[in-house]
């Protein structure tokens, strides 16, 4: 059974930086690339920054040049440097595999203040 643990969500002030973690059971994480979802209230969930199984990374144009999409294949364990924060990033944050896999774990909230 997929599981998906989000974590590193938080309250955050325009300008400031999270970082969200994800550990991943082994079978949906060992051999796919790996991605970072939000869901904005009102809006469709959208796939912000992929890393593939041999790092290689892409990024939606909103997040480029400010988040940083990385894993940890040792600890089956994806992250995402947020820098830079602006109100507009304000969602649930998820991951899975991409394209997603199994169900979604339960999200981390990540709330921009202006």
């Known amino acids: 059974q997929v599981q998906l643990v989000e974590s590193g969500g938080g309250l955050v002030r325009a300008g400031g930086s999270l970082r969200l973690s994800c550990a991943a059971s082994g079978s949906i994480f060992s051999s796919n690339a790996m991605g970072w979802y939000r869901q904005a209230p009102g809006k469709q969930r959208e796939l912000v920054a992929v890393i593939t199984s041999g790092g290689s990374t892409n990024y939606v144009d909103s997040v480029k040049g400010r988040f940083t999409i990385s894993r940890d294949n040792a600890k089956n364990t994806v992250y995402l440097q947020m820098n830079t924060l602006k109100p507009e990033d304000t969602a649930v944050y998820y991951c899975?595999?991409?394209?997603?896999?199994?169900?979604w774990g339960q999200g981390t909230q990540v709330t921009v203040s202006s």
């Open positions: 899975n595999a991409a394209p997603r896999y199994g169900s």
